[in-house]
């Protein structure tokens, strides 16, 4: 799990913000509406999304990924070791990452508040689910809100009160998004794809990290 030193040092010498000289040549989109919908102990926020109602009546939206990229430059040490590693491996209780957590965590995980560099993918979709236009940029942006699967839910479908009036700002946003997740959702059918409600399991543990049971986690609107 550990790194060797020269990658850790390299890790290290990456700034934990995002450099205004970073930002030259980049789409600033710290001034649109997005949110990061995960689990409840996800760390590593790799994608965000927004959406807007363009005046054609169009939904746009944007999926926006951090840009891992920027920082892990082409056969550098952080890059070997990501190679080598193929991917983050996810265990009950931890995450051995592919990459130190001072970039997998940090400056290239998207966390709410904090500018970081993305690129980005607009996309422009009709009513019948079909994109009719889009557009991908390197861009910057900043998450208004870190979101969780069972908060959505709760939100869009048992309508909490609480919940609605603490991400006021988003609700709309999220309302639109089930909209438009209907309509991509009745296009894969119609195409004939096969829907597997299968649902995911989670070992809980106690405080010294022992099995102590199982549960069922079904499938919400908010996946």
Request: charged share 30%.
């Amino acid at each position: 799990q550990s790194f060797p030193e020269k990658v850790m040092e390299a890790a290290e010498a990456i700034a934990e913000t995002v450099q205004p000289e970073e930002m030259v040549g980049r789409r600033d989109l710290r001034d649109l509406l997005m949110v990061t919908i995960d689990g409840d102990d996800s760390k590593d926020l790799d994608d965000a999304v927004s959406l807007q109602r363009l005046e054609n009546g169009l939904y746009q939206l944007g999926v926006h990924i951090a840009d891992v990229g920027h920082y892990v430059q082409e056969d550098g040490v952080l890059d070997k070791e990501a190679l080598a590693r193929a991917t983050s491996i996810y265990l009950v209780d931890r995450v051995i990452p592919m990459l130190p957590k001072r970039l997998s965590n940090g400056i290239c995980s998207l966390n709410e508040g904090q500018d970081r560099l993305s690129m980005t993918c607009f996309m422009n979709i009709d009513q019948k689910g079909v994109v009719v236009a889009h557009e991908i940029c390197e861009s910057v942006i900043c998450v208004n809100h870190r979101m969780t699967y069972k908060n959505v839910a709760k939100i869009l479908v048992e309508k909490d009160e609480a919940l609605r009036s603490r991400y006021s700002d988003v609700v709309p946003m999220l309302e639109e998004m089930a909209e438009l997740k209907e309509i991509l959702e009745r296009k894969r059918m119609r195409r004939g794809a096969i829907e597997f409600d299968v649902p995911e399991s989670k070992v809980l543990l106690d405080e010294q990290g022992k099995p102590m049971r199982i549960e069922w986690r079904q499938t919400t609107l908010a996946d």
